[in-house]
């Protein structure tokens, strides 16, 4: 069974820098895309970073310019690095691979999630 896991969370004053990281027990490269999920109470999980196995990375608008995702596929692991922190990125951030199947279904796997909290 595949197995995703974050670290790299904490607290972090604003203005500073974290850097998550998400070790894949299998080859990512069998991943179609790799991505990076935030999550806070009351809310859905929303979309931060990904990165497919081929083709841009993307942002959503709230983290642009400010993170960097980051795939190594020869050490299977996905990085967020998050620069100018702000009190709104605070939140549990959950690694994702989703695969595409021969059927052509996706299937999405999920790591159990890292807290950052952004305070003075």
């Known amino acids: 069974q595949v197995q995703l896991v974050e670290s790299g969370g904490g607290l972090v004053q604003p203005g500073g820098s974290l850097r998550l990281s998400c070790a894949v027990s299998?080859?990512?490269?069998?991943?179609?895309?790799m991505g990076w999920y935030r999550q806070v109470p009351g809310n859905q999980r929303e979309l931060v970073a990904s990165?497919?196995?081929?083709?841009?990375?993307r942002y959503s608008d709230s983290v642009q310019g400010r993170f960097i995702i980051s795939r190594d596929n020869a050490k299977n692991t996905v990085d967020l690095q998050m620069n100018s922190l702000k009190p709104e990125d605070t939140g549990v951030y959950y690694c994702?691979?989703?695969?595409?199947?021969?059927?052509?279904?996706?299937?999405?796997?999920w790591g159990q999630g890292t807290q950052v909290t952004v305070s003075s």
């Open positions: 994702n691979g989703e695969r595409v199947m021969p059927s052509g279904s996706k299937l999405d796997y």
């Open positions: 299998e080859s990512i490269f069998s991943f179609n895309v």
């Open positions: 990165h497919p196995r081929f083709g841009s990375r």
